[in-house]
């Protein structure tokens, strides 16, 4: 069967798989906040001496709205907003300091949002202090931010730099200035060019550039020239992953149309140039949709059977609890599963009366921890195995999968499955007919974006 054939085939709404159950299905009505502190200060004993615990700090802020953006964010041009919203995460983080019985191991900072570079250099470090103070890091320990070429001073680089951040990501997703107009979305690649070599200068270890395929108005040329440009600076990672179009979800979608976006065929011949060009630069391709050079540490994670995924991506190593930060920012517990409330006022009333910020969350079942195992295996490592005596959603599992095996897409045992290399660009499809809540719960509407 042709590539074309399968990606009309497979190109269904789906989710990303970044959790096992997906946040559409979790069991709000069984979760509870004290549940749910019981369970960080459980998972915390167990693990924080050995692996450390990870921080993801959701910074919201952004001058202008991305047009294209799926995040949680705030459009504001009133830096006022800092040091309050700050204020706050320390306060939260407080709270959280307050369920664990020992001090806690950082092994893992990621700053996202929003834009972390809205705000400054100065307000950084507060914030950074203020969660580092009476803690300690593990030897091991990762930090890193995502960074808006537009904004990104050299007081950023090196404050951050000089507080323990190796790591960042700058997000050009295209450097056609037709792209760029309609995705509101402006930046040169002389301005990624500067903070490239200065983070680099600094000490940074490893740069990720984050590109995206089927964006409004993007050409297949206006792609090839993006990827040759970036192959000038040879970032240590990139992610190439596809415009998820979900404007019922987030109206500045709205701006342009599905007439703006390239068709099926046309999407899936950006990618796979894409996808082949940046291998000819000697890039590796992890997982889903990223791809590393042979000397950066998510490459040896892969190979090494280390890779995990979790609710910020791709990373290299595994901390059981990661402790989400700031508005709408989700956790991770290894049995349960929180996301804090997304409106930016809600978060800081909560916050000053004292209250953990939780909207919503989930109880993982025995039968969850499963499943989500084998979807891990499937994102991280491209094969699974099971025992179909014990693990009774097997079967059904199956019978879903048979047509994947039948594609060419994996290799079916009674035992497991293995991804074919056909089988690397379908890896959500593949999890979905794993993903037991969705078939026993089919959704009336669009959850997801397009899987391809």
């Not at 200060?41 to 924080?48: D, H, I």
């Not at 108005?217 to 040759?228: F, K, R, V």
């Amino acid at each position: 069967m042709t590539l074309m054939i399968l990606t009309e085939k497979y190109n269904v709404a789906a989710p990303r798989y970044t959790s096992y159950p997906t946040m559409p299905y979790w069991d709000t009505a069984a979760f509870n906040l004290p549940d749910w502190e019981e369970a960080v200060s459980q998972t915390f004993e167990m693990t924080n001496q050995r692996d450390g615990i990870s921080l993801y700090i959701h910074l919201p802020f952004c001058e202008n709205l991305c047009t294209y953006c799926g995040c949680n964010t705030r459009i504001t041009k009133n830096h006022r907003v800092e040091v309050p919203y700050i204020q706050a995460v320390l306060k939260e983080w407080k709270m959280y300091r307050e369920l664990m019985d020992e001090t806690p191991v950082i092994r893992e900072i990621h700053l996202g949002g929003g834009t972390p570079t809205f705000f400054s250099a100065e307000n950084l470090l507060l914030l950074i202090n203020g969660i580092l103070n009476d803690t300690i890091i593990h030897k091991d320990a990762e930090f890193s931010f995502e960074a808006h070429p537009d904004n990104t001073t050299v007081d950023h680089l090196e404050t951050l730099y000089d507080l323990g951040f190796k790591r960042l990501s700058l997000g050009i997703q295209d450097f056609d200035p037709k792209v760029q107009f309609i995705i509101n979305r402006r930046q040169s690649f002389e301005q990624v060019q500067v903070i490239t070599q200065q983070a680099r200068r600094i000490g940074y270890t490893s740069v990720n550039y984050d590109l995206i395929y089927g964006l409004p108005l993007q050409t297949l040329d206006g792609l090839i020239n993006t990827i040759n440009l970036v192959s000038e600076l040879m970032p240590e990672r990139i992610a190439f992953y596809s415009y998820a179009h979900v404007p019922w979800l987030k109206p500045g979608q709205r701006r342009f149309t599905e007439q703006d976006l390239p068709d099926a065929a046309a999407k899936s011949l950006l990618y796979e140039t894409g996808r082949n060009l940046l291998k000819s630069y000697g890039y590796l391709e992890i997982g889903m949709d990223h791809f590393a050079l042979p000397d950066d540490t998510l490459f040896y994670a892969e190979r090494s059977g280390t890779l995990h995924r979790n609710f910020m991506g791709y990373t290299d190593h595994y901390t059981k609890l990661l402790i989400g930060l700031g508005v709408s920012s989700i956790s991770d517990a290894e049995t349960a599963f929180s996301q804090n409330v997304k409106i930016v006022e809600d978060y800081l009333r909560l916050v000053d009366e004292g209250v953990l910020p939780v909207l919503k969350g989930h109880l993982l079942t025995g039968e969850d921890m499963i499943i989500r195992l084998h979807i891990l295996n499937i994102m991280c490592r491209g094969i699974t195995t099971w025992d179909a005596a014990i693990e009774t959603f097997v079967s059904a599992a199956i019978e879903r999968l048979e047509p994947l095996a039948v594609d060419g897409l994996i290799r079916l045992h009674s035992s497991g499955i293995e991804v074919t290399e056909s089988g690397r660009r379908f890896l959500r499809n593949i999890c979905m007919a794993l993903d037991d809540r969705l078939w026993k719960a089919q959704p009336e509407s669009q959850k997801f974006s397009m899987s391809l």
